[in-house]
């Protein structure tokens, strides 16, 4: 087999002399921080997702941070998410000063399995819980109506993790589609602009919400907590006032990069389709395998496929072969309860099975919109003489 290769990661940017000509602009403008393309990737991005308010900040980890304190998260807050996300998706409650549960996910989906997490619920006394962050791993969008019908029962506010799923859809009850993020059904969605996401900006962050309380909150704690609005203030000394109204942060996003992603963001369409041929050519070409099972796919989803994730129980052994052969799969994610950190919490082995299970035998194939088909065919060759 040919090995002569450069390696082949499990994701990467695409970088086009757009997206350089877009940064240069950007650094020859007045404004390289707090300018008017902070303004207009907004508005952009929250047309493109298709929610009313949409919030640039530092980063996807920053998004989840501001979206826990404006949905009031605090010390005594307890937030349920998935054990198989990053850490970010738990640990921005822990920052609030809120603790984590975590629910068990589908064997199927990957996602919060909604069944046990109407019996965690259930069996919880009233209060117990504040919200839900439901994560649309790999890009498989979360039902999101039917989890506001669980979490509206409950009084749970719902702040969904799209970081995955730009342009991924899921259908409702009442047959349409809704963008992941789109805040029909949840009360904020967060999402992230690195590298190897569907919209690179070198860092950066997004959160989206129809609530327009959390959208002016947002506003506030990126930058300090501090406002210059005389609607907000609560007196005025003159035109170089402002006011520190709560303890915030600087999360602001850069002009250069909200150039760099508004760039991206005018090629999200066409990536994501080539996201989507890319894993119908995975599933065909890997059809009937042994031991070997690729991504669900379902008529009520339009999967955005950040990731294209495979189960094996040789999961270890592939994972070195294809290395071995400069393909650099990658496993996502050691289920968060399973960190030092949060064993340290009280999480032990065996508290969710099905999500330790997954982990086991989940690969991360390479997925990118510039993965060619000769390197996906390389990629399947050696997945096939792997098994032989």
Known sequence: MKKDINPIPYGRQEITQADIE??????????LTQGPRIEAFEQAFARY?????????????????LAALALGVQPGSKVITSPITFAASANAVLYAGGQVAFCDIDPKTYLLDLNKLQTMLAKAPAGTYQGVIPVDYAGYPVPMDQLKEICDRYGLWILEDACHAPGGQFKDSSGLFHRCGDCTYADAAIFSFH????????????????RKDVYEKLLLLRTHGITKSPEQMQQNDGGWYYEMQELGFNYRLTDIQAALGQSQ???????????????ERYDEQMEGLDNLTTPTVSET??????????????????????????????VHYVPVHLHPYYRQLGWKKGDLPVAENFYEQCLSLPMYPSLTLAEQDYVIETIIHFQR
């Open 22 to 31: 877009a940064v240069v602009a950007a650094l020859k403008s007045d404004f």
């Open 301 to 330: 989803v339009r999967h955005a496929y950040h990731l294209y994730v495979i189960r094996t129980t040789g999961r270890s052994a592939l994972y070195n072969y294809l290395r071995e052969h400069q393909i650099l799969a990658q």
């Open 49 to 65: 997702i298709g929610a009313p308010y949409a919030v640039a900040v530092a980063n996807g980890t920053a998004a989840l941070h």
């Open 195 to 210: 590298p190897v996401k569907h919209i690179a900006a070198g860092e950066g962050g997004m959160v989206t919400t129809h």
């Open 265 to 279: 963001l005018s090629r999200a369409k066409i990536n994501l389709q080539k996201r989507r041929w890319l894993a």
